[in-house]
T-cell receptor, first 115, second 117 residues
Framework: AQSVTQLDSHVSVSEGTPVLLRCNYS??????LFWYVQHPNKGLQLLLK??????LVKGINGFEAEFKKSETSFHLTKPSAHMSDAAEYFC?????????????FGTGTLLAVQP | GAVVSQHPSRVICKSGTSVKIECRSL??????MFWYRQFPKKSLMLMAT?????????EQGVEKDKFLINHASLTLSTLTVTSAHPEDSSFYIC?????????????FGQGTRLTVV
């Protein structure tokens, strides 16, 4: 079975400083991993995805994530936080098997950006 | 990216009434759509998989008679919360994929905030 664990429920950074949101995965197969962002009372927007191509994945809004098989990690980073980055972030794995591939969500990390 | 539209964005209903939420794929056809429920400050919980032209597949613990799903066309799925109670108050989100497969990303609707009074 596939699963993801987001290690921090809350992260607070100052504007202009780096962002690190941690995610570890568990999968019997080569996983397909995604990061989604959710602003308050909104739907989810895809930031980036890993699908077994390059291990360093670049996404929108300056975010990137690195797939590390040896560490079973897929941490999300950004060099310099902006106030508009304040939101909830979800690490997601896509499941194998069955008639339909499902998305399994992590518990989310709430990112606060201080001025 | 593809667009998924969800309506209404907010609804308040009286206890005991039913509420219908629509999810449309605007620029693509979706044979499969997904319905999620999100509790305050919590992650998304998959409720059911909506299959065009056939019955929905519900996750364990989700009452199929309570949450009726209809996927009558390739661009529309509806979720009806029947005989709503205050504990059904939540944020409901639908999603769809442009194509099938484990690597396919999902596109999400804007969500519906349901409040049962």
């Amino acid at each position: 079975a596939q699963s993801v664990t987001q290690l921090d429920s809350h992260v607070s950074v100052s504007e202009g400083t780096p962002v690190l949101l941690r995610c570890n995965y568990s999968s019997s197969y080569s996983p397909s991993l995604f990061w989604y962002v959710q602003h308050p009372n909104k739907g989810l927007q895809l930031l980036l995805k890993y699908t077994s191509a390059a291990t360093l994945v670049k996404g929108i809004n300056g975010f990137e994530a690195e797939f590390k098989k040896s560490e079973t990690s897929f941490h999300l980073t950004k060099p310099s936080a902006h106030m508009s980055d304040a939101a909830e972030y979800f690490c997601v794995v896509s499941t194998y098997g069955g008639a339909t591939n499902k998305l399994i969500f992590g518990t989310g990390t709430l990112l606060a950006v201080q001025p | 990216g593809a667009v998924v539209s969800q309506h209404p964005s907010r609804v308040i209903c009286k206890s005991g009434t039913s509420v219908k939420i629509e999810c449309r794929s605007l620029d693509f056809q979706a044979t499969t759509m997904f319905w999620y429920r999100q509790f305050p400050k919590k992650s998304l919980m998959l409720m059911a998989t909506s299959n065009e032209g056939s019955k929905a597949t519900y996750e364990q613990g989700v009452e199929k008679d309570k949450f009726l799903i209809n996927h009558a066309s390739l661009t529309l799925s509806t979720l009806t919360v029947t005989s709503a109670h205050p504990e059904d108050s939540s944020f409901y989100i639908c999603s769809a994929r442009v194509r099938e497969g484990v690597r396919a990303e999902a596109f999400f609707g804007q969500g519906t905030r349901l409040t049962v009074v």
